[in-house]
């Protein structure tokens, strides 16, 4: 029996399978993706999770685009039909009918629309199968980046994104009302990691939300934003991060390259990964030179790696290393929030620049209780404003450090999406909260 009651025949077959079902009776089911009436038949395209079949009526078709229906019918070979089989209709029942039109065709070319169009109807262009490519691919990357970490030693830890401090210096907070008490939503689970490292755990990671309340609206900015964080106690310094960067953005483009949603999404948007080899030529170069290279093929002095630094210093290590992505190490002292471990008036930290974009921040973070306190005054802070962080190096902590990538701008880059909205299921900007 089904959900409804009534008695149905055969199996639900996925579209992608009926090739397997050759002369058979079968049942598909999933949404009308397209409908072509040719006076004595008619071909409707179905789709369903994994990929579309045709299906033929004698006449007209009965029922239009987006329905959700499920057919009954005989595989028969048919050199035209997309696979070389198609479903022969016996009976079609619609079982999610659409009511109204839909804002936007969802057969559409996805590139026909902007991103604008694309985000104000948002429910119906997530059905197109090119935009939920990239959440597909966006599943695997969070997959494996996972994987690699556990089979590290690393834990997956979740924190709370409601906190009473900020933790990123500069960047704004959102308030949120916690019963007549004012706390933030989190910009990132920075100080919980550290404490998880300090628990015991050593080696922690995180894949949640963080939120940044920037005013601007650009494409690389979003108002939320997931972060893929990590944490490592007793390292010898950055090269130790960077390694693992390396290791864990390696395994991401091979397990995406070898899954079939990973590739598929590869494919609708044209785009490549690099390989292992290929991410381990990744240059690294300190600050100033990374300045000074990006001010000659620039053209003019630069005060600081501006978005078109980034874009010409990713051009320089395709041009010199092979690679599309370059690690700039030792951001001075005032760039960085105060728990970087300082090096004189520069930082035990990093950026990773991947494809003309910074995908990643991360360093070794001041371990040394004494120093943390010698430190916060340098940033206008007061040891009263963090009394629980400081315990957990009062408390006795391990060298550590860590870093976050950028869950959108990672999918951004890897699938060459203009805009970061577009590797947001459900993007906040200043003017979007909805749906
Ligand atoms: P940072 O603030 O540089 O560092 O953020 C780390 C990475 O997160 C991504 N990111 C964003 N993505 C979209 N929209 C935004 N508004 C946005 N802000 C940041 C970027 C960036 O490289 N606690 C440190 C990390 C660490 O040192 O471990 C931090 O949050 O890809």
Redesign the pocket.
């Known amino acids: 029996m089904g959900d409804d009651g009534k008695r149905h025949d055969g199996v639900r077959v996925l579209a992608a399978e009926i090739a397997a079902h050759d002369g058979e009776e079968v049942t598909v089911s999933g949404w009308v993706h397209r409908v072509r009436e040719l006076g004595a038949v008619s071909f409707v395209v179905l789709r369903d999770r994994i990929g579309t079949a045709q299906i033929v009526y004698e006449g007209a078709a009965p029922t239009g685009p987006e329905n959700v229906v499920r057919v009954r019918g005989h595989v028969g070979a048919n050199e035209k039909a997309p696979g070389g089989f198609e479903v022969r209709a016996v009976e079609t029942e619609v079982i999610g009918a659409v009511s109204g039109e839909l804002p936007i065709s969802v057969s559409a070319d996805v590139d026909s629309f902007g991103i604008e169009t694309l985000l104000d109807n948002r429910i119906a262009s997530l059905r197109m199968p090119k935009v939920r490519a990239i959440f597909e691919l966006q599943a695997e990357i969070v997959t494996h980046f996972s994987d690699y970490l556990r089979s590290h030693d690393f834990t997956e830890i979740k924190t709370s994104k409601l906190i009473g401090t900020g933790?990123?210096g500069g960047?704004g907070l959102f308030e949120v009302d916690y019963f007549g008490e004012k706390v933030y939503l989190a910009?990132?689970p920075?100080f919980y990691k550290q404490a998880m490292v300090a628990s015991g755990l050593e080696r922690v990671f995180e894949v949640g939300c963080?939120y940044?309340a920037?005013k601007h609206d650009t494409p690389?900015?979003?108002?939320e934003?997931v972060?893929l964080?990590v944490e490592m106690g007793f390292i010898d310094g950055i090269d130790d991060l960077m390694d693992l960067e390396i290791g864990i953005l390696s395994h991401i483009c091979e397990g995406v390259r070898a899954s079939r949603t990973g590739a598929a999404a590869l494919e609708a948007w044209g785009a490549t990964l690099p390989d292992a080899d290929t991410l381990a030529k990744t240059p690294r170069i300190d600050y100033d030179e990374a300045k000074s290279i990006a001010a000659k093929r620039i053209g003019k002095r630069l005060f600081e790696l501006n978005p078109e630094a980034e874009r010409v210093l990713c051009e320089w290590a395709v041009a010199e290393y092979g690679v599309e992505a370059v690690f700039v190490t030792g951001f001075p002292r005032k760039k960085r929030p105060f728990y970087t471990w300082p090096e004189e008036q520069r930082t035990a930290s990093f950026?990773l620049l991947f494809r003309g974009l910074?995908?990643?921040?991360?360093?070794k973070r001041i371990h040394d209780y004494r120093m943390l306190l010698e430190a916060l005054p340098k940033f206008g802070m007061t040891p009263e404003q963090l009394p629980d962080y400081l315990s957990i190096f009062q408390y006795g902590c391990p060298p550590h450090g860590?870093?976050?990538?950028?869950l959108?701008?990672l999918t951004q880059k890897f699938l060459g999406l203009e805009n970061?909205k577009a590797a947001s299921l459900f993007p906040r900007d200043r003017k979007r909260v909805r749906p």
């Open positions: 933790t990123e960047t910009q990132s920075q963080a940044r920037e690389r900015h979003l108002n934003y972060s964080d950026d910074e995908i990643t921040t991360g360093g860590g870093f976050a990538i950028g959108e701008r970061i």
